[in-house]
């Protein structure tokens, strides 16, 4: 079996800033407590006239497959990460399989939000290992900003999330030494409703109606904070430290950590409870607020880009999110 590898990176971000002072105007909130809570001082809103989930992961797809130094046609199967879909069905894999203008090849979603982009990631190393398929785009996208709750009921979830897109190529490595080295998954269904956007439901009575749409109403998500926050910062280093075990590593061997960027306060959290120093942690929850299943790609993309990642650094990804699910993949790059 051939480990696979990440030949390419891209992310697309839409153009529309909104700073905290923005959001100030619109409830009740302010600069400093979302800076203090989460680190988070803007984030981007999508454009109606022309970003979608799916056609902002084509932009973040086109730029990994430059990255890569190949064509769309190189691609064998698609993996497409979001909570925030074009369409209730069909998911936004087969929208990127025609924009792309691919033959034919399979396209699947996958629904694990935070976690999203490492589930997707392993899905796709998978298929490489097993020699099923050898070129795999792995795509994470959202749009948060149409779904959020503006009014003071909404405040302390809406002033974390934000839009963007990331993506990867991956492809086998020629060296099983390199690459993706193991991901670990799990999931915890106990705690689905602790974060969670229940309308529209295909189990209520129905599916939508106009008071599940008023504000505080049950298509906005729902988070129980201070209970995620418990969570995630136990769970991220346990699932760090199950990869590095795995491999033979310990923390200090550890090049870059890449983690979902939920929340700076809970990154500060895992870096320290894992004694690992500032500049070995990619945080830019700064510029883009929470993205979900696309904080990682984009963070990826930017670190490559910033030069963060060289040739043999062993870099740790890392997620905690909805469901709750939380997983990680290690890679000798
Ligand atoms: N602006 C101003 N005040 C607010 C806001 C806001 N946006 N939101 C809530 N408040 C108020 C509350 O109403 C409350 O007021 P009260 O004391 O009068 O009742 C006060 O601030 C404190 O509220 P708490 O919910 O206790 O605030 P806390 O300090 O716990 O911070 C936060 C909330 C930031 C959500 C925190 O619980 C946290 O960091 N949780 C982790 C969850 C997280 O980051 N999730 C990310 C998404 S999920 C994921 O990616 C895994």
Not at 162 to 171: E, F, I, M, N, R
Not at 196 to 225: D, F, Q, W
Not at 278 to 304: C, F, H, M, R
């Amino acid at each position: 079996m051939k480990n696979s590898r990440i030949a390419g990176v891209g992310h697309y971000v839409p153009e529309k800033v909104v700073t905290n002072d923005d959001l100030a105007k619109l409830m009740d909130t302010s600069d400093e407590w979302i800076r203090e809570r989460t680190g988070i001082r803007e984030r981007r809103y999508y454009n109606p006239e022309k970003d979608t989930t799916a056609n902002m992961g084509v932009k973040a797809a086109r730029m990994a497959l430059d990255d890569a130094g190949l064509q769309p046609s190189d691609i064998d199967f698609i993996v497409f990460a979001t909570l925030s879909p074009d369409y209730f069905f069909p998911g936004p894999g087969v929208t990127v399989q025609e924009e792309l203008g691919i033959d034919t090849i399979g396209a699947l979603d996958v629904r694990n939000q935070c976690s999203g982009f490492i589930y997707a990631l392993s899905v796709g190393d998978n298929f490489i290992k097993t020699g099923m398929y050898n070129n795999v785009l792995v795509i994470g996208s959202e749009i948060h900003s149409s779904g959020l709750d503006f009014s003071n009921e909404g405040r302390s979830v809406s002033v974390i999330f934000g839009d963007g897109a990331g993506a990867v190529v991956l492809s086998p490595s020629e060296n099983n030494e390199k690459g993706i080295l193991s991901t670990h998954l799990h999931s915890e269904g106990k705690f689905a409703k602790e974060l969670c956007v229940v309308a529209p439901s295909s189990s209520g009575h129905e599916r939508l109606t106009e008071e599940m749409m008023k504000p505080g109403g049950l298509i906005y998500p729902i988070m129980n904070g201070n209970y995620v926050f418990k969570h995630a910062v136990q769970r991220f280093p346990e699932v760090i430290g199950e990869a590095l075990k795995h491999n033979g590593y310990s923390p200090q061997d550890v090049d870059v950590l890449i983690p979902h960027q939920a929340n700076l306060r809970i990154t500060k959290f895992v870096q320290d409870t894992m004694k690992l120093p500032e500049e070995k942690v990619i945080s830019n929850i700064q510029k883009y607020g929470n993205t979900t299943a696309a904080s990682i790609p984009i963070a990826l993309s930017e670190a490559k880009q910033e030069g963060k990642i060289k040739e043999n650094d062993l870099v740790c990804l890392a997620a905690f999110g909805s469901g709750f699910t939380w997983a990680s993949a290690l890679i000798r790059w």
